[in-house]
């Protein structure tokens, strides 16, 4: 597995030229008037890593890597910008005996360790929210819905007693209706089950927004909250 790059801060002061400069020469990219053999490596760092290449007449610029990279920049304090995380809740939803029943998972892993919630996953780089819900579906409890509706989308941010952000992400809430397969209801990591309204409400470690989760389940709107946390189960 190839280990994830990290940029220097020197690379990063490169880079950020290149955002504002097209096309430069090798001596203009060095702002910080490092010395010829120190900045040499690190510009070789950002061609081997793809991040900048070397075009005609000596000059450089960013590959199509690099202004992906750069646009992530906080380009005032020259740092990669931390952004909030993007996931898709899957509401898997069945009627049996006359009773609704929510597709519930219980998470065995840290962080939140036997805390209940939907089945959930983050969305990669080129998904859709509905191929994420689907694959989802499938790897955690071996189901497949014939029908798959986004029905809302939840920001939410989790912060530490002392007022630090632990985690900040966005849901889109996708429900799953006509379900088959055959149910999985342990893998590593957690457990799956089918449960009431009522009987999610008694569950001693919930996730917060649960609830609200379940209203666009259950609704026919399409629904948006924002909401901050306080949380101890981290």
Not at 48 to 64: C, H, Q, R, V
Not at 100 to 108: D, N, P, S, T, Y
Not at 162 to 185: H, P, R, V
């Amino acid at each position: 597995m190839k280990a994830k790059f990290e940029i220097h801060p020197i690379q990063a002061h490169i880079l950020r030229f290149l955002t504002f400069h097209p096309e430069a020469h090798f001596a203009e990219m060095n702002e910080l008037k490092i010395s010829t053999d120190q900045y040499t490596f690190h510009v070789n760092s950002l061609l081997d890593a793809n991040l900048i290449e070397k075009i005609k007449k000596g000059l450089y610029t960013l590959t199509f890597k690099g202004k992906e990279f750069a646009n992530r920049f906080d380009t005032e304090k020259v740092v990669i910008e931390k952004q909030a995380k993007i996931s898709v809740i899957i509401g898997g939803v069945k009627n049996e005996k006359g009773k609704k029943l929510f597709l519930i998972q219980e998470r065995l892993k840290q962080p939140y360790f036997g805390y209940h919630g939907f089945v959930s996953g983050k969305i990669p780089e080129g998904s859709t929210p509905i191929e994420t819900a689907i694959r989802e579906l499938d790897e955690e409890t071996r189901l497949t819905a014939k029908r798959f509706k986004l029905v809302g989308l939840r920001h939410k941010m989790d912060y530490s007693k002392e007022g630090i952000l632990l985690e900040d992400k966005y849901f889109f809430i996708i429900k799953a209706t006509q379900l088959s397969g055959k149910f999985k209801n342990k893998f590593e990591g957690g457990s799956n089950k089918w449960m009431t309204r009522e009987e999610i409400s008694r569950l001693e470690k919930l996730f917060d927004g649960v609830g609200e989760t379940i209203d666009y389940l259950t609704g026919k709107a399409f629904g948006y909250t924002e909401r901050k946390f306080i949380v101890s189960g981290f």
